[in-house]
C-alpha cells in the first residue's frame, strides 16, 4: 500500500524560498568575486600594480671563464664566484645605524657605508664594499638584516702571481680582458651567461618555468699556452737578480723551443730601484697594474750589435763569397778603413785572420770586409730571410716588426753597419726565431703562445732558409765562440752551448746619436749542440759600468747559460759534456750576477 | 547534491594535481640552485688546487721535510728505452 508523501505546509515552502535565495546570494557573492578578480588581473589599478610588481622573475647563471693554463696544464687564471655587499635604502629600517650594523657584523668601515650610502638615498642599489671573505657572506646570509644584499661577482685568480704578469694580462670589471693573453684569447675563453624567466608566487616560490625561454649557460673554454710557468719563473727570478746586480734599467729573456716555434718563457722587466743617470729619459708613468704594461719583447726594438753577426756570416758563406778557411786583410793595430774611408774599430786587433776568426772573436773589421763583397740587394736578401723587418705574429699584443733601412735610404755606410747589427732594430722575438735558423739545420719556425691542438689552427710551418750543412757549419763555429771567443766567461758546465754575445751603444733618448759610455749587452745562444732543445737570448739594458763589466759575455751571458741549464734539466735533457753526470740541481738557489 | 559532490571531487583532483606540479617545479629549481652552488664549490677548489701548487709552495713542502723529495724520485729522470723494470 503506497502512503502518500506528507503534504507540504507553508513552513517547507518557506524554507525552500530561503533556501533560494542563499544559494542565489552565494552565487551572487562568487560572481562578483571572480568578477573583481579578473578585473584585478586584467586592469589593475596603477598603485597595486606597481606593488605587485611583474609576476615573472628572471634568474641569471653567470658563465664561467675559461681558464689559462701552462704547457704542462698548471693553472695561470681561474675563475671563482665571490659577492660584493649591496644597500637596498628604500627597505632599510634605519638608514643612520646601518653602517654601524654592517661594522658589528662583518667589520666595513661605518664611514665608509655611510659615505657611499648617504648621496644616493633614492637608488635602490648601492654597492658597500668589495670582494667579501667567506665567512662575512655566511653572516649576511643569516643575519636577515632588512635591506642589505649580496651580489653575485666573477673574481679572476692568478694563482702564479706575478709571474709572466704582462704576457697574462688581466680581466677588467666585467670579465673581459684587457690585456696580454686574457685578451688575446677573449673570445675562447669568455662564456655566455645562462637565464631562466619563471612565473613565482607572493613568497617568489617559482611556479611554473617557461621552457621556451630557459637558456642553459655556457661556460668558456679553457686555453693553454705554449709558456712553462717553472721555466718563467727562474727565468724572472734570475734577470731580476742580474738587473739589479748591475743596476741595469731592465732586461728582457725569451725562451723559445726552435723546433716547434713554442715560446717557453718570455721576460720583460724593468729596475725600479734603479740609481738614476745623467741623461736617463724622464720616467714613464706607470702602468695602474703591472699586467697592463706593454711586453718590450715584442714591441721595442733594440739593436742586436754582434749577436747580428752570425746571420750575415752564414748567409756570406751560403753566398759563396767567402770560406771559413778564407784570410782576411784584418787589421793589426789600426782601426779598418772601409772603400768609402769609414774608420772601422774591434776590441783586439788579430792581424789577418780567417773568416771562422771574425765570428769567434766578433771582429767587426772582418765583417766590413766581406759586407763589402755583397751587393745591396743581397744584404737586404739576408736580412729578410732571417725574418727581420716582419712580425712573428705569435699572437702578442702590439708587436712590431723591428727597424729596417728602407732601399731608398740604404747607402754603403748601412751595408758595412748593419753587418755588425747597426742600424737596425730587432725585436727579441725575432732575435730568437731568426737563431732557431741555426738549430734546426736551416729552417724558420714560426712563433706560438698558443699551445698546439688547443685552439691556435694556424699550421706549425718552417721555411727553409738556409743550406742545412752551412747552418751546422755556423753552429760548430758559435760553439767555438764559447770556447775560445766572447763566451768564455758564461760556459756551461753540463750543456755544450753554442751562442754569440753583442754590446751596442746605448741610443740616446731625445735622438741625435748615442751615448759614449753607455750600452745594451746581450747574448744569444742555443743548447744541446748536437740536437739544439732551447734558444734563450737575454737583453740587459743599460748595464752601470762603474759597477761591473758591461761586455754582453760578462753581464747577459751568465743569465743564457744559467737558464739553459735549469730548463733543460728540467726538461730531462741529457748534459752533452765530456765527463759529467747526473743533471745540474733544479732545486738550488739560482747563481746571482758573475763579478 | 550529487552534482556538487562530483565537482568538488574534480575540483580537488585538479588542485591535487596543481600542488604536484608547484612541487615539481620548487623541486627542480633547488636542484638547479644546488647544481649551481656545487660547480661555484668545484671553481673555489680548484682554485685553492692551483694556488698550493705553485711551485714555491711546492718548494716549500719539500724543504720541510727532505724525504719527500726522494719520494717524488725526480720525475723527469730519463730512463733509457727498453730498460726499464718489466712488471
Redesign the interface.
Known sequence: MNESPPPRTWQHHRLDSWTALLLIGIAAVMVVCIGRVVQLKLTPDQRLASAAGSPFSTRV?PA?RG?LLDRRG??IA????GHRAFVDPATVEDLATIGVDLQELIGLDPVEVDRRVAPRHGSRFVPISGILEPWQVERIRRSGLDGVGLEPRLVR?Y???DTGAQLIGLVGFEHTGLGGAEHLLDDDLAGSEGR?T?LRDVRR?????NPETFRPHEDGTDCRLTID??IQ?HVEERLEAEIVARNAAGGRVVVLDPATGELLAIADLVNPDRTPREGDPAPETAPPDPRLARNRCATDPYEPGSTFKPFVWAFATQQGVVTPSEILETPDGTPHRTRSGRRIRDVHYYGRSSWEKVLVKSMNSGMAIVAERLDTDSMQSCISRFGFGTRTNCGLPGETAGLVTSSRDWSSYTQVSVSMGHEIGVTPLQMVRAFSVFATDGNLPALHLLAHGGHDPSPRVQHRILDPGIARLTRLTMRKVMTDGTGRACQSDWYQLFGKSGTAQLPKATGGGYHEDRYISSFIAGAPLESPRLVVLCVIEDPDKRIGPYYGGRVAGPVVRDVLDHAL????V?PDMDEVEG?PDL?AEHRTADP | MTIILVATCIALALLGFRQQ??AI??E??DT?RLL?EQ??TM??T??R???A????AL?EW?AEDPTR?LAIN?P???VPVGTQDQP
Do not use: N, S
Open positions: 647563471e664561467r681558464d698548471r693553472v681561474t675563475t671563482t664566484l685568480h694563482p702564479q702571481q631562466m619563471y616560490r617559482p611556479l611554473w618555468i710557468m717553472v719563473r734539466a728540467y726538461l730531462g741529457t743533471f732545486l | 606540479r608547484l617545479v620548487h627542480m629549481v638547479h649551481m660547480r661555484r671553481w673555489t680548484r682554485q688546487i692551483a694556488e701548487c705553485r711551485a714555491p718548494k719539500l723529495w725526480r723527469w729522470t730519463v
